[in-house]
C-alpha cells in the first residue's frame, strides 16, 4: 500500500467516524448521513484494494484512473449542489407559504381581539 492509498484510507475512516457522530448527535439528516457514509465507504474500498478501481478504469478504456477518478468525483458533487439548490428552493417556498399563513392568522386573531 502506498502512502497515496494510506491517507485515503485515514480519510475514509475520519469521514465514517465524523458522519456517525454528526448522525448520533442528530446534527445531520439520516438521508445525507447515509450518502456521506456511502462514499466513505467506496473511499475505504478502493483504498483498500487499489487494483479494483485501475480494473474499473482500464475495463471503461480509461488511460490514466486518476482522471476517471476526478470525473467522477466532479460529476458527484455537481448532483448534491443540484440536488441541494433543489431542497434550498422547496425549503424557500414552504418559508413563504408559513409566512404568509401567519399572517393570515394575525390578521384574524386582530379582528376578533375586542378593541380596548
Request: hydrophobic share 55%; with cysteine.
Amino acid at each position: 500500500m502506498t502512502g497515496v492509498h494510506i491517507i485515503a484510507l485515514v480519510s475514509a475512516v475520519v469521514t465514517l467516524t465524523v458522519i456517525l457522530e454528526l448522525s448520533r448527535r442528530r446534527h445531520l439528516h439520516e438521508k445525507y448521513a447515509l450518502l456521506w457514509l456511502g462514499v466513505g465507504v467506496v473511499i475505504a474500498i478502493f483504498a483498500i484494494a487499489p487494483g479494483l478501481f485501475n480494473a474499473i478504469a482500464h475495463s471503461l478504456g480509461v488511460k490514466s484512473p486518476p482522471s476517471l477518478l476526478l470525473v467522477l468525483a466532479s460529476l458527484f458533487l455537481l448532483m448534491v449542489c443540484v440536488y441541494l439548490s433543489w431542497e434550498v428552493g422547496r425549503l424557500e417556498d414552504k418559508a413563504r407559504v408559513l409566512a404568509e399563513e401567519l399572517t393570515l392568522l394575525k390578521k384574524t386573531v386582530e379582528e376578533q381581539a375586542p378593541s380596548a
